[in-house]
């Protein structure tokens, strides 16, 4: 943090330390459990920016905040200002009067960027162009309440090199597990954040989707048009024509591997019907950590809560 900064965002998974990622994933399972009790946003309100539909990240950062004893606020830019051309900076300084915290999905990241450099409030990102950083926390959060733990476990990330792939070689990169990514040509990671990742962690990028999940633990996949792309979603279906994880290309993985998808998801493109119905996917529940995880980030950066 810059020591002009008295509060804290959350733009990336980096922002957090190793230790209190480990934290938070404690403090979500406690909420998950209902054994944390404290309401430590009584009296703050958050402000929720959607320029980008959205089911999950909205309900899970409304209902957390009201189960955390605070108010949420949704503001589309159908509504605000923004939409008409008003400076996001502008934005930033008039809502850090009013509220004491921000969420914001948008679609550039610089956008996420430029409202938390001129924000007195914490601002957490839910998603952008090149991160969703809040949905893979929940994600390793559902990858230990199956193993146990997250360490020496291989995921395996099929599909597009998309803002949740992006966020997977972020958590490599803090809490060095294997990641396997498979991306036809055209379609990979960010550089600079695979460049990183690797420094970390046994980070792979294959063109074969059967080279990536030999052996994974977890198996995870995405839409391959993302929202902003979905005038090329022709031109996609016949790049990841070979990337559909089905039946077959899951027996590739390990025997107990479980299925991971952020939702929403298109059944006979990126996954088959009878896995992501099938016994080894867990999307419900990594929906449902969603809420655990973004409570404990919220109680965190907005409700003074201490880690470990
Ligand atoms: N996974 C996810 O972020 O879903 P929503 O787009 O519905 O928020
Ligand atoms: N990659 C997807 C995630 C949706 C939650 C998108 O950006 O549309």
New binding site residues.
């Given amino acids: 943090m810059p020591p002009t900064q008295s509060h804290r965002d959350f733009l990336a998974i980096p922002d957090f330390s190793k230790d209190e990622l480990t934290g938070l994933f404690a403090l979500a399972d406690r909420m998950k459990r209902g054994v944390h009790v404290r309401k430590p946003l009584v009296g703050k309100i958050l402000a929720m920016i959607f320029t980008?539909s959205s089911t999950?990240?909205r309900v899970s950062f409304e209902v957390g905040t009201t189960q955390l004893g605070g108010h949420a606020i949704f503001l589309s830019d159908r509504d605000l200002q923004i939409g008409r051309g008003e400076p996001i900076a502008d934005t930033a300084r008039v809502l850090s009067r009013m509220v004491d915290g921000i969420v914001i999905r948008t679609f550039a990241h610089a956008d996420v960027d430029e409202l938390a450099r001129h924000a007195d409030v914490p601002v957490i990102n839910g998603?952008t162009?090149l991160q969703?950083p809040c949905?893979v926390l929940a994600d390793i959060l559902t990858i230990r309440q199956n193993f146990g733990t997250h360490e020496g476990k291989k995921v395996a990330w099929i599909g597009?090199g998309?803002?949740?792939a992006n966020s997977w070689l972020d958590a490599a990169y803090r809490l060095g597990f294997d990641l396997a990514l498979a991306c036809p040509e055209g379609y990979d990671p960010d550089p600079k954040l695979l460049a990183r990742a690797k420094e970390n962690a046994n980070v792979t990028l294959h063109r074969d989707p059967r080279e990536a999940i030999a052996g994974a633990n977890a198996v995870n996949t995405?839409?391959w048009a993302?929202?902003?792309h979905e005038e090329e979603q022709k031109a996609r279906e016949k790049a990841f024509a070979s990337f559909t994880v089905d039946a077959k290309l899951m027996s590739a993985a390990a025997p107990d591997a479980i299925f991971l998808h952020?939702?929403?998801a298109h059944r006979g493109e990126e996954v088959s019907a009878d896995v992501i119905d099938g016994p080894q996917s867990v999307v419900w529940d990594e929906a449902e950590n969603r809420l655990h995880i973004q409570k404990a980030i919220l109680a965190v950066v907005m409700g003074g809560e201490r880690l470990g």
Avoid: F, I
């Fill in positions: 980008k999950r990240t998603l162009d969703h949905q597009d998309n803002n949740v995405d839409v993302s929202m902003g952020c939702l929403p």
